[in-house]
């Protein structure tokens, strides 16, 4: 199966960009997209990215993906307090497979 | 958001006691997935149906059984629930697309404690 890595924690200023790392073993993931759960919720789908595009921007959040390093990041412009939550990035293969990292708390400091 | 509810929202029972789990849709949606959420583990599954009467185990199905008698709903059960099942139940649910995006959606979570 895959491995989906993630580093539990960030911490970043007010303001400043923050830039959530992710690492899968797959080389046949299809879409890989990224999630955000706040505290007591649910998980909800921020953004999504398919294999055969490098970037995809939405606003203040900007997905890369290096296809050959096998690495995913999403960069959120401008945090904000309300941004404060675990952040998780989970890959699909063919198959309809989904697989979750274990997600990274971002905590951000007024 | 996407129509998922899931009963109860909180549950306090003893050990040894059986324990059902509610999921509920209305998007018509083919798959529906339980997951647990543990400090430090992140979301693991531990079962999914891909259709009514369709189910398969999921990386943690020990001591868990589901099951799917009409497409809006998905039930969990614990047949004799121990301290280790303390835990977030998460349901989600998808559709099967052959462009393959099958992007979850999740429900909001039963917080689950065993004594």
């Known amino acids: 199966g895959e491995d989906v890595e993630q580093s539990l924690f960030l911490s970043v200023r007010e303001g400043d960009s923050s830039v959530i790392n992710c690492t899968y073993t797959d080389s046949s993931s299809t879409y890989l997209y990224w999630y955000k759960q706040e505290p007591g919720a649910g998980l909800q789908l921020l953004t999504y990215i398919f294999s055969n595009m490098d970037m995809k921007q939405d606003q203040r959040l900007t997905v890369l993906l290096n296809k050959k390093d096998k690495h995913l990041s999403l960069r959120i412009a401008d945090t904000q307090t309300g941004d404060s939550a675990i952040y998780f990035c989970?890959?699909?293969?063919?198959?309809?497979?989904?697989?979750f990292g274990t997600g990274t708390s971002l905590t951000v400091i007024p | 958001d996407a129509g998922i509810t899931q009963s109860p929202r909180h549950k306090v029972t003893e050990t040894g006691t059986p324990v059902t789990l509610r999921c509920h849709q209305t998007e018509n949606h083919r798959y529906m997935y339980w997951y647990r959420q543990d400090p430090g583990h992140g979301l693991r599954l531990i079962h999914y149906s891909y259709g009514v009467k369709d189910t398969d185990k999921g990386e943690v199905s020990d001591g868990y059984s589901v099951s799917r008698s009409k497409t809006e709903d998905f039930l969990l059960t614990l047949e004799s629930a121990t301290s280790s099942q303390t835990s977030v139940y998460f349901c989600?649910?998808?559709?099967?697309?052959?462009?393959?995006?099958?992007?979850?959606?999740f429900g909001p979570g039963t917080r689950l404690t065993v004594l």
């Open positions: 989600a649910i998808s559709e099967s697309r052959t462009s393959g995006r099958n992007e979850q959606f």
């Open positions: 989970a890959v699909t293969t063919t198959g309809n497979q989904f697989y």
